[in-house]
């Protein structure tokens, strides 16, 4: 039997018109999950599409990790007689869906090796380089390697998502008998509707009073992206350092004596959630903040030279080091064998003498 193929353009123009559309994303099943599969040395089902549809019985069809590959890749399940002697390969397996009717849209992200037809409850979704002819030992219709994911469009999911159990069928076609490789690796992502933007859940530290202000760390109330390391202003100076990812990141800043700091955001950032499309952090309704730097912790001599104890020949100087920056030191403030001493000089945390 054939199908009416699915041409890459017409996917991309659906893919377009979501825009209108707002979606959160959500993955139905994750790159490197089990399916059911079926070694093309014959057909699963006769020759018809039976073996798409839900109520197919593939109880007997061996599982595997993917991806499913000879070849190129790592990890998963091999097919070792692949090669010289089966061209196809069949794939199965079931995703739940919650509240069917309001997915406004599907995302197939595929690692494949050469060709592949989807479908998702006996519905054709999706043809990449698969072959007019469904039979068993036909062959891809293009040349592709695999190495990197590619998300593909699947349009009006409405029309075979149901509430529940769901299955999704992919028929894998390798370019020739002879092809030193083949390769299976797929996930699925929904959207729903989403029309909130982003909002910063928690700051740390928070503001107030803090003794040191070098990092802070944003958690956001759910998964951004277009984190720049210039997002986050303070004292109007942006950030030297970044890390972090999914809803929590780490801004660092240069050091300086701020006394009173104030955090904002670059009103030109690019920060925006996993939304489809994605709905930017709106910096109009995030609050600048206030901290105040304060050191409660006295400075401590960190060392004296020469060392306490020690044996000399006379102690005309000594040298004085201090944990951080001081500044008072005065001859009053010291005594040598209850004398003050003539004079002190020094500057940050020392020497001082």
């Known amino acids: 039997m054939k199908i009416n193929p699915f041409a890459l353009a017409t996917l991309a123009l659906v893919a377009g018109a979501w825009l209108s559309s707002e979606a959160k994303a959500e993955t ?28 197919f019985d593939d109880s007997d069809w061996p599982s595997g990790a993917s991806p499913i590959r000879y070849g190129d890749g790592n990890g998963g399940t091999v097919l070792g007689d692949m090669r010289n002697t089966y061209s196809t390969m069949f794939f199965r397996r079931t995703f739940t869906v919650a509240n069917a009717s309001q997915v406004s849209a599907l995302d197939l992200l595929v690692d494949y090796d050469d060709g592949f037809i989807v479908w998702i409850n006996g519905e054709p979704v999706l043809d990449v380089g698969g072959s007019a002819d469904l039979s068993y030992d036909s062959f891809a219709s293009i040349s592709h390697e695999s190495g990197n994911f590619e998300t593909f469009a699947l349009a009006n999911p409405g029309q075979y998502l149901v509430d529940g159990n769901n299955l999704i069928a992919i028929m894998g076609f390798n370019i020739n008998l002879t092809s030193s490789d083949f390769m299976m690796n797929a996930e699925l992502r929904s959207y729903r509707p989403d029309k909130s933007p982003p909002k910063v859940a928690s700051l740390d530290p928070p503001p107030g009073n803090v003794s040191l202000l070098r990092e802070i760390r944003v958690r956001f109330d759910e998964e951004v992206t277009g984190v720049d390391v210039a997002d ?19 801004f660092t800043f240069a050091p300086g004596d701020f006394g009173e700091a ?13 939304a489809r499309p994605p709905n930017p952090m709106d910096v109009s309704t995030a609050a600048t903040h206030q901290y105040r730097i304060v050191d409660d912790m006295p400075p401590a001599l960190a060392a004296i030279l020469p060392p306490p104890g020690s044996t000399v020949r006379g102690l005309d100087r000594v040298r004085l080091f201090f944990s951080e920056p001081i500044r008072g030191l005065e001859t009053a403030d010291l005594r040598i064998n209850g004398q003050e001493p003539t004079s002190i000089a020094g500057v940050a945390s020392g020497p001082w003498q």
């Open 262 to 274: 104030t955090l904002s955001w670059n009103p030109n950032h690019g920060i925006a959630d996993t």
């Open 28 to 55: 139905l099943f994750e790159s490197g999950a089990k399916w059911r599969y079926y070694k093309g040395n014959d057909h699963p089902s006769g020759g018809d599409l039976e073996w798409t549809e839900a109520d």
């Open 232 to 250: 986050l202003w303070l004292n109007g100076d942006p950030a030297v350092q970044l890390r972090g990812g999914n809803k929590s990141w780490t």
